[in-house]
């Protein structure tokens, strides 16, 4: 009897576990571009062009290779638009009573496959190098489950950047050389810009009518959707932007929103590109002398480390992770995050990459955006819909742990040690951001100091109870403690003015 295989937008890959299960002659592979997973945030238009295009891209190469695809185009009229009421309209159309799916990538798809009236198996999804099994097993009785240890197991288990049983170059990490502010570039090649075809120019046409409400501008689009596409995109970030993207990982400049970043995580998290075969492109660059090892290493981390690192947490930690809210924060997102006016600087400039690229990088999601969130008192569950809703390469799996643990600290510590939070200093450090801001970097109250100064402080005074004894901030509250307090007076209160005008829904 046939049976469906369930192929979703971010399991683009002919490796996928579905796949490997599936008998090419007799079994129909089901693939459907519905309202269901385009709307239950409000995605980025880029988002949701990227991913249908990838998909009808994937469902061609799947025909051309002799597979029956049954897909469901956005606008078809039988279209029921969830995932299960195509499943359960092609079940009944084709005389199927069994379904064989890759694990999806969020919790609520995975419980929406439960409750089909049909045989589903979830095989797991090995395009990951580390299982979740192997994951749990190494969490399993640890005090503390930290990034480092987890990323040096994956390295003795890949064998990427190992001497024998040493790393390479005898550290594990390069990260002190890898801080260093960037100044302007004419020369610097950005990612590869590939032009739409037939295909994806229909789809941007089909977003363009379907979302035109949606944060975030569509055109211009020249993302890779195919898997050629992205192997292009991959080498052109090896040889032009990799050599430098060690050194200048952290930077942000206000008028260059790429730098040396490599772009390709939409590719890896749909699918188009595998986890170890960009690592080992990264690794025999290396070998060949064309890339320092701080950036190969600090490329690799972020694969084989963090990346693989978050998605087991998210995972281990089960369906209700989202609902984290550890430190009690309520405060309303407010609409700068939307491209409403700010006179902080780095936060326009943030936001407005956003829009435009459905993009921004670590440094700035992490220490501009959530920072400022964090600092606020935002109800991270506002912060997580809003990451998930306007970054290219957001999927619950990644996104989730990624706010909700390493941004917000929401999670109480399981994800990060402690909270990533910075003064306007840091930001200054790292950027041109502030030289033109309307804001003084270096004034921590009065009407026009930094935001970040103030809300620096007020967070640390108001957690005092859950982080003083914190041994990685037992410095930064004895800085406080030493300030006279007519200065602590200020600048508590200049927090407290701050946190008023948001709430005021005011330009801050």
Not at 143 to 171: S, V
Not at 223 to 236: E, F, I, K, S
Not at 270 to 288: F, I, M, N, S
Request: glycine residues 6%.
């Amino acid at each position: 009897m046939t049976r469906l295989i369930l192929i979703l937008g971010d399991q683009l890959s002919q490796d996928v576990a579905a796949l490997r299960e599936a008998d090419r002659d007799g079994d129909v592979i089901v693939m459907a571009e519905v309202r269901g997973e385009a709307t239950y945030v409000a995605h980025h238009p880029k988002k949701i062009a990227f991913v249908f295009a990838a998909m009808r891209h994937f469902a061609k190469d799947l025909r051309d290779a002799g597979w029956t695809v049954a897909y469901t185009a956005y606008d078809e009229a039988e279209n029921s638009h969830t995932i299960s009421g195509e499943l359960l309209r092609r079940a009944e159309e084709l005389g199927a009573r069994e379904v064989i799916a890759t694990r999806p990538g969020e919790w609520r798809v995975i419980a929406a496959l439960d409750d089909l009236p049909l045989k589903v198996t979830q095989q797991p999804d090995n395009r990951f190098i580390c299982s979740q099994e192997g994951f749990e097993s190494w969490a399993k009785d640890r005090k503390e489950l930290r990034m480092e240890y987890f990323y040096r197991q994956m390295r003795r288990k890949t064998g990427l950047l190992m001497d024998g049983d040493a790393p390479e170059g005898g550290k594990w990490n390069f990260d002190k050389q890898n801080r260093k502010p960037a100044s302007p570039d004419l020369f610097r090649k950005g990612p590869a810009e590939l032009e739409p075809d037939d295909i994806t120019s229909a789809v941007l046409d089909l977003v363009e009518q379907e979302f035109p409400d949606n944060f975030g501008r569509l055109r211009p689009f020249a993302l890779a959707t195919n898997r050629a596409g992205a192997v292009q995109a991959l080498d052109h970030f090896v040889e032009h932007a990799l050599p430098e993207f060690g050194a200048y990982q952290d930077a942000m400049l206000q008028d260059d929103p790429v730098l040396y970043h490599a772009l390709l995580s939409p590719y890896l998290n749909t699918g188009l590109l595998a986890p170890l075969e960009v690592c080992e492109a990264v690794e025999r660059v290396y070998k060949d002398g064309k890339v320092p090892l701080n950036s190969a290493e600090g490329f690799i981390r972020q694969i084989i480390g963090w990346r693989e690192f978050l998605r087991g947490i998210y995972f281990m930690e089960g369906p209700g992770y989202t609902g984290r809210n550890a430190l009690k924060h309520d405060r309303k997102l407010p609409a700068a995050y939307w491209g409403d006016e700010t006179r902080m600087n780095c936060l326009a400039h943030a936001v407005a990459q956003t829009r435009d690229l459905a993009y921004a990088h670590h440094i700035q999601r992490l220490m501009v955006t959530g920072n400022f969130a964090l600092l606020a008192g935002i109800d991270p569950a506002e912060v997580h819909d809003w990451y998930l809703s306007v970054y290219i390469d957001a999927f619950e799996w990644v996104e989730a742990p990624n706010t909700i643990g390493m941004s917000q600290f929401a999670d109480g510590g399981i994800v990060a040690s402690k909270p990533y939070i910075s003064s306007g200093s840091y930001i200054d450090r790292m950027s041109d951001y502030c030289g033109n801001c309307h804001y003084a970097v270096t004034e921590r109250h009065g009407e026009t100091a930094c935001p970040f100064n103030s809300l620096y402080w007020h967070f640390l005074e108001r957690h005092r109870d859950r982080f003083k004894e914190n041994p990685r901030m037992a410095l930064v509250y004895g800085n406080w403690d030493r300030m006279q307090r007519e200065d602590r007076e200020d600048i508590l209160a200049a927090g407290d003015a701050v946190l008023a005008a948001l709430d005021a829904a005011e330009v801050v």
